[in-house]
Each structure stands twice: as C-alpha cells, then as structure tokens.
C-alpha cells in the first residue's frame, strides 16, 4: 500500500519568510514517482515537479526548491522568498510503478502568505 | 501540450436528479482516464480509474451504480452523478494518463457541483 503524510496541515507566514513543506511517503515499490501540485482557491491542480526513485538530486527552480531522500522516504519543499501569490493548497503525491501508477495524494498543507 | 479540459465547471442541480460531467483530453490520446472527489479542505480522493473501452474499477466505498463512468474514446470520459443529494455535492477533478507516460497524470481544472 502506498501513503503520502503532510503533517503540516496549516502554515502560516510573513512575505519574505522561507517556508518548507513537509513530505513523508511509504511505499513497497523500488520504481516509483513523487509529485507536488499547487492548489490555488480556483481549485486547478497546477503541477510543480515529479522526481522518479532513482534521481535523488535536489532541484532548484526559481524560489522552489525539493530536498528528495531516500534515506528517510521525504521530498520536502522549500519556498524561498514567500510571496502573497504563493498562498495555496500544496499537495505531495506518490505514483508506484507496481501499484498500477495510482496516485496517491498527501492531505495536502495550506499555506498562507501574509504581506 | 497535455491539456485536459473538464464540462462544466460549475453546475447546480436539484435533489434527484442526474448530472453528467464531461472530461476531454484535447490534444492527446487518454488511455486511461481518472475521476477524483474533493470535499472542502480535503485531499483528493480517487473514485475511479477507467480504460478505453472497459469497465471502470471503483475504489472501495464508490458506488459504482450512482457514479456512471464511460470512457468510450481516447479523448472523453464521462461522470453521471445519478439521483444527485445534496451529500454528493463536491469538486470533481479528472485526470488523463497515457500509454508511454503511465506514471504522469494530467488534471482537468475540475468540476463545482452543487446539489440544493
């Protein structure tokens, strides 16, 4: 079985703070995909970064960044510089090769970016 | 590329009645096509997965017979909430996946129903 946990259920911040979302997963599979997905108040999914299992390079794009390890099944985000337009839903899902690529979304963390 | 257009994207309807929603991928060809539930600061939950021609698979606690699900061509699945309750009123969000992309989903904007 798979399992996504954001224990972050809320965060709250000042703009100009950096901020990181927490990401814990479980899953049998060796092959797998992990996702972050924006969830502004319109309700579209928009879509951040997919690592697959074997790529454990950190990523930078922009003020976005994503800590991957393994080592302790987490893919943390990290918002540099927050801004009032990054207030959103954030949602870490995971994608297992032998679980017929279900995904399965964490809780989700609502963010919140005061100016 | 990769875009998956839901219809419509809000809708209200009376207790009892039914409501089809629409979920096309319209610049590619879905082999496989995903509905989601998403209840007001919830995460989202899946519904069902449906093939090209097959009969949808529907997660535990999904009844299948008040979600009608068909997925007759690559480009369009549809959800017909059935004798709609005001319980039923939700966010629908599909997803669309591909034969060479398996592991990649991609999200519809979603649909608002509200059931008065």
């Known amino acids: 079985a798979q399992k996504v946990t954001q224990a972050q259920t809320e965060i709250s911040v000042v703009e100009k703070e950096d901020v990181t979302l927490d990401c814990v997963y479980e899953?049998?599979?060796?092959?797998?995909?992990l996702f972050w997905y924006k969830q502004p108040p319109s309700g579209e999914l928009v879509f951040l970064i997919r690592?697959?299992?074997?790529?454990?390079q950190n990523e930078i794009s922009g003020r976005y960044s994503w800590n991957f390890q393994k080592s302790t099944s987490s893919f943390n985000f990290t918002i540099t510089a927050s801004q009032v337009v990054d207030s959103a839903v954030y949602f870490c899902?995971?994608?297992?090769?032998?679980?017929?690529?279900?995904?399965?979304f964490g809780g989700g963390t609502r963010l919140m970016v005061k100016p | 590329g990769a875009v998956v257009s839901q219809h419509p994207s809000w809708v209200i309807c009376k207790s009892g009645t039914s409501v089809k929603i629409e979920c096309r991928s319209l610049?590619?060809?879905?082999?496989?096509m995903f509905w989601y539930r998403q209840f007001p600061k919830q995460s989202l939950m899946l519904m069902a997965t449906?093939?090209?021609?097959?009969?949808?698979?529907?997660e535990q606690g999904v009844e299948k017979d008040k979600f009608l699900i068909n997925h007759a061509s690559l480009t369009l699945s549809t959800l017909t909430v059935t004798s709609a309750h005001p319980e039923d009123s939700s966010f629908y969000i599909c997803?669309?996946?591909?034969?060479?992309?398996?592991?990649?989903?991609?999200f519809g904007p979603g649909t608002r129903l509200t059931v008065t």
């Open positions: 610049d590619f060809q879905a082999t496989t």
């Open positions: 899953t049998r599979d060796t092959t797998y995909y």
């Open positions: 997803s669309a996946s591909t034969l060479l992309a398996s592991y990649e989903q991609y």
């Open positions: 899902a995971l994608s297992g090769v032998n679980a017929g690529n279900m995904l399965t």
């Open positions: 449906s093939n090209e021609g097959s009969k949808a698979t529907y």
């Open positions: 690592r697959n299992s074997f790529d454990e």
